[in-house]
């Protein structure tokens, strides 16, 4: 029997209002939009590191929290992104915006070619598909000369000072944001879903499985390619090792999990507590990474739906939300 | 079904959330504000260096060098700044052997500790994206660990300085001991070389050019990627073309895996030369006794004639109990030529420290330093042998410090 709890109708209604949301997602926007004005140097290096981790967290979480395409191919799209803005930028007059649209473009591009032979595998098998998908990339930007080899390249037009890249992520994180609402708010997650919890019984009843994943891994491509392109203007160089490494992959997987998998602020929260962890340990580099895998032990022990788990229940308790029970 | 109060609801864990929300923020800020705080009354250096990942072994020579550089200084009570004496502060953070790690902990070294100045990384890749940073920022950043040209090609560089060996020197090496020395090979040579900068540059580009010149048969030029680990058909493309003479350019693993192929394979070359890979300790841990006859240059050792250059082998192997690397050289004075541009400066303006380290002109532990107009400054080189265990100088002759193993046992 499902029911809700009426105790504090007021407040969930008020939480919950269209307009109070719309209101809440404008303001926020406009703080991060003049956040670099104000904030000191440490926050705003710290805020687009942030930013670029939701991003990542987000396109992950819409792959595997929502259609169960658990990936671990971030890392591909992610230096695709990186050698493309930067190539485009040396090599063309396009300006920062044109080479991350167009570096968008072409990972969905790569995610519509590899789609027929990624989603002949399921499960385990699918997940070590998109792990060779970005080993192979990485394999392939070392030996082939254009890309710099192993010495990678570096970006020759003059570099964005980091508040307008910080004012870049934020808007990534909008368009993000706006994307996972329709993909999660609309009638297309419940299809996500649908072919998440048994794609089989999914497709019984007419749902075009691949299709629903096609369109998932091609948003999320897309978003992780410009976080790539983003990440490579703010350095400045790139190289395969580093472009395309596995903590692209792995640090989104982390993130998504220890904030709650398949759950809307999951990437949000998830990566202001990875952040900020790493930033408070980094004062102590021989321990940190010890002392992060013991967090994320003790986590996963304790609250297995993640930080947005926990809090979810808080708010359940406090009737707070609208709760779901039998 | 159960209905909740709202007094019973506002009792549940939410008001545990509520109280420690503001605690974390207070937290990261009071850490964030002592911080600074605290960057007022001394002096940041900063370093991001490999501690984790596959270069964590340079990490950990770097770090015991600029520490003892820094211990020194603040033993003599710090660096006087307008007048005020100041002790230094150095904050190392661990940069995992990727270079975005590298950058990110670069901005926050110099927006959060409020570092003044700069300390590299290791190898091209790492100290090449720390020091973008500090170009962007204009803070001075002097390292060792990064071969010449392969710094040089980057940019024109105005805030980094980089003091190590140049690749030509290097590569030259291997065909003036076979001619000094008057070792007889049937002058073939094999190459196998990996990807990276400065691979590309020894192994691709200056040993067939030097071998050539030399009147030596280049029989075998292979390039693999950095983290390649199979070289049987390498290896046994150049034991069916006869080359004795071998040389590699590979990271420690890399060169690891390559000896115990050729072993593996019968392969008995009379020169076995390892650039890069075969200089730590650890690659003659990792072989034991197929490590002895490998030749490696090197750019210092304990029994070269500069300042403290055997008390601060010494001084490692009694703190750590670990045989001592090159890298504690470079690093210790690389930190040294900073602290020494800071207390020449006598000022923490950026600009003042930077010009002063541009007009450094000394004699450290790895030799003369002064930096040229390309930012760079040059370590004499000598050829070092892996023999029991420990490396001894087989060239030149008037540095040597033992009788070259050949053909490699």
């Known amino acids: ?326 | 079904m159960a209905t909740r109060t709202s007094q019973a609801a506002l009792s549940a864990p939410l008001p545990v959330l509520k109280r420690l929300l503001p605690v974390a923020l207070l937290t990261i800020a009071a850490a964030w504000t002592s911080t600074s705080a605290k960057a007022a009354d001394e002096i940041v250096i900063g370093a991001s260096i490999p501690l984790s990942g596959p270069l964590a072994g340079f990490g950990s020579f770097q770090k015991w060098g600029y520490s003892r550089a820094v211990d020194e200084v603040n033993k003599a009570g710090g660096i006087t700044i307008d007048g005020r004496k100041m002790p230094v502060r150095l904050v190392l953070r661990d940069d995992k052997t990727d270079p975005n790690v590298t950058a990110a902990n670069t901005e926050s070294l110099l927006s959060r500790d409020q570092a003044r100045a700069l300390l590299g990384s290791c190898t091209p890749a790492l100290v090449n994206a720390g020091a973008l940073v500090a170009e962007r920022k204009k803070i001075p950043l002097v390292t060792g660990c990064n071969p010449l040209e392969a710094f040089k090609s980057v940019r024109k560089w105005n805030y980094a300085w980089d003091l190590f060996f140049h690749e030509p020197e290097l590569a030259a090496i291997p065909f003036r001991v076979l001619d000094d020395l008057k070792l007889e090979t049937n002058k073939k040579v094999a190459i196998f070389h990996d990807n990276g900068p400065d691979g590309q540059v020894v192994g691709g580009m200056l040993w067939p050019q030097m071998a050539k010149a030399a009147g030596y048969e280049v029989v075998q030029n292979a390039s693999f990627p950095v983290d390649n680990t199979q070289f049987n058909s390498l290896v046994a493309e150049a034991k069916a073309k006869g080359a004795e003479v071998v040389l590699v350019d590979a990271i420690t693993p890399q060169a690891v895996s390559i000896r115990k192929q050729i072993a593996s394979a019968g392969y008995a070359p009379k020169l076995l030369v390892i650039e890069k890979g075969a200089e730590p300790v650890q690659f003659a841990e990792a072989l034991g006794k197929l490590a002895d006859g490998v030749l490696v240059g090197g750019y210092w050792d304990p029994s070269f004639p500069y300042p403290d250059a055997k008390d601060l082998a010494t001084a490692f192997e009694s703190e750590t109990k670990l045989t001592f690397s090159q890298h504690i050289a470079d690093s210790y004075a690389a930190a040294q030529i900073l602290l020494d541009a800071i207390a020449s400066a006598g000022s923490l303006d950026p600009e003042k420290i930077n010009a002063a380290v541009a007009k450094t002109d000394k004699t450290y532990v790895v030799g003369p330093i002064k930096f040229d107009e390309s930012h760079t400054a040059k370590l004499p080189l000598a050829m070092l042998q892996w023999q029991g265990g420990k490396t001894s100088i087989v060239w030149p002759a008037d540095r040597a410090t033992g009788k070259i193993l050949f053909p490699v046992p």
Not at chain 1, 122 to 142: N, S, W
Not at chain 1, 150 to 168: H, K, Q, T, W, Y
Not at chain 1, 251 to 271: E, K, S
């Open chain 1, 1 to 326: 029997m499902t029911v809700l709890t009426t105790s504090v109708p007021e407040r969930s209604l008020l939480l919950y209002h269209p307009f109070v949301r719309v209101a809440v997602a404008g303001i926020s926007f406009a703080a991060l939009m003049a956040a670099p004005s104000f904030l000191p140097a440490y926050f705003v290096e710290i805020g687009f590191k942030l930013l670029l981790y939701i991003v990542l967290a987000e396109a992950w979480n819409l792959l595997a929290g929502y259609c169960g395409l658990v990936s671990l191919g971030s890392s591909s799209f992610f230096g695709l992104g990186a050698y493309l803005t930067v190539g485009l930028l040396n090599h063309t007059d396009s300006g920062i915006g044109l080479a991350l649209a167009a570096s968008a473009l072409v990972a969905m591009a790569l995610a519509l070619v590899m789609s027929r032979g990624l989603f002949r595998l399921r499960g385990l098998y699918f997940t070590v598909g998109t792990l060779a998908l970005a080993e192979a990339l990485r394999l392939l930007v070392v030996n082939v000369p254009w890309f710099g080899g192993a010495s990678g390249l570096f970006v020759s037009a003059d570099l964005p000072e980091i508040a307008e890249l910080f004012r870049d992520a934020a808007l990534l994180l909008v368009v993000t944001s706006l994307v996972m609402t329709l993909a999660t708010g609309s009638r297309f997650s419940v299809l996500l879903r649908a072919v998440r919890d048994d794609e089989d019984a999914a497709s019984q009843v007419g749902v075009r499985a691949f299709r629903v994943k096609l369109a998932a891994l091609m948003v999320a491509s897309a978003l992780i390619a410009i976080a790539g392109g983003l990440q490579a203007i703010k350095l400045g160089a790139i190289e395969p090792y580093g472009s395309f490494g596995l903590q692209w992959s792995v640090d989104p997987l982390a993130i998504v999990i220890i904030g709650g998998l398949g759950m809307r602020f999951g990437a949000i929260v998830g990566a202001i507590f990875f952040v900020a962890v790493g930033e408070l340990l980094a004062e102590y580099p021989e321990l940190h990474v010890a002392i992060t895998g013991v967090i994320l032990i003790i986590l996963i022990r304790c609250a297995p739906r993640g930080l947005c788990g926990l809090l979810e229940t808080a708010l359940r308790r406090a009737g707070l939300t609208k709760v779901a029970s039998s």
